[in-house]
């Protein structure tokens, strides 16, 4: 690219030319690592800065484009690293009023519908644990061993000493009578 080499050259209008053309495919590289648009500008900056110092190594066998790209991609990762290192983490004191009240409502949501979630769970197993005291000992055997503990056809007949098809006859028709039992439940 003549402009690079211009540039290269020392030639300040050819690399004014340059941030001119690029500026915003560098910007659009920069905002997709930072989300506020001062750091955006800020990292932009440092990238045009970098690619004026290492014109020299711009051989001019990609596309200019995609070397500037590489360097603002590489910019950008490196000056993440660096606030990293010297930004602490977030804390709650960081957070405005209205953001901090979100975020405690979020919080509360997503906690209560847990402890719901844990209730019903609990709830379930102790239906289940009462359905499956009716069941015949095969019945309760099959759908614990196949629903409960996921063990495999083939590995409940090890278990077993069944046949593998009177596993799946046996677990199959335990199914069928535990959901008529949870139906007749359901329908008292």
């Known amino acids: 690219m003549e402009l690079?080499?211009?540039?290269?050259?020392?030639?300040?209008?050819?690399?004014?030319?340059?941030?001119?053309?690029?500026?915003?495919?560098?910007?659009?590289?920069?905002?997709?690592?930072?989300?506020?648009?001062?750091?955006?500008?800020?990292?932009?900056?440092?990238?045009?800065?970098?690619?004026?110092?290492?014109?020299?190594?711009?051989?001019?066998?990609?596309?200019?484009?995609?070397?500037?790209?590489?360097?603002?991609?590489?910019t950008c990762l490196n000056l993440l690293r660096s606030q990293k290192r010297r930004t602490p983490e977030l804390t709650a004191a960081d957070l405005t009023e209205d953001e901090g009240a979100w975020l405690d409502t979020q919080l509360s949501d997503v906690a209560a519908e847990r402890h719901r979630a844990a209730e019903n769970a609990t709830v379930a197993a102790d239906l289940a644990d009462k359905v499956l005291d009716t069941m015949s000992p095969d019945d309760r055997l099959a759908l614990t061993l196949v629903d409960g503990e996921e063990l495999s056809v083939k590995e409940v007949a090890e278990v077993t000493g069944w046949s593998e098809s009177k596993v799946k006859v046996q677990a199959f028709r335990a199914?069928?009578?535990?959901?008529?039992?949870?139906?007749?439940?359901?329908?008292?």
């Open 4 to 74: 690079a080499r211009l540039a290269r050259d020392g030639d300040e209008s050819a690399f004014g030319e340059i941030v001119r053309r690029h500026s915003p495919r560098v910007f659009r590289v920069a905002s997709r690592f930072f989300r506020r648009r001062e750091q955006a500008e800020e990292a932009a900056q440092e990238i045009f800065l970098k690619a004026f110092t290492e014109l020299g190594s711009y051989e001019a066998r990609g596309s200019f484009e995609g070397w500037l790209t590489r360097i603002a991609t590489n």
């Open 175 to 188: 199914r069928r009578r535990m959901r008529e039992a949870v139906e007749r439940l359901l329908g008292r």
